[in-house]
């Protein structure tokens, strides 16, 4: 996820000498707003979708079903969660 940006910057400088100068300055605009929405996403899923899934998966089983959350565990639903929300 922190690579993400510095990947587009990357790309982006490497087709920028091909764009016109209009073309340019609309994608300036659309490549802020697009780390934006990244950001905003990853926010969300760390704010309100994660806390909500683990409600869910922790009352789904009821008392049938001990727990045995870790931290490796969690680590790892946090990541894979929030990359793919």
């Given amino acids: 996820m922190l690579a993400v940006p510095f990947l587009i ?3 982006y400088g490497f087709i920028r000498p091909l764009l016109s100068k209009k ?3 609309y994608s300036a605009r659309i490549l802020i707003s697009s780390l934006l929405l990244l950001v905003t ?3 969300f ?3 309100v979708a994660i806390p909500g899934a683990l409600n869910f998966l922790y009352k789904f089983a009821g ?16 990541l894979a969660y929030t990359l793919g929300v």
């Fill in 9 to 11: 910057h990357q790309l």
């Fill in 23 to 25: 073309v340019q300055h």
């Fill in 41 to 43: 996403g990853v926010v």
């Fill in 45 to 47: 899923g760390y704010v």
């Fill in 63 to 78: 008392d049938y079903v001990e727990a045995s959350l870790t931290a490796d565990s969690y680590l790892s639903f946090v």
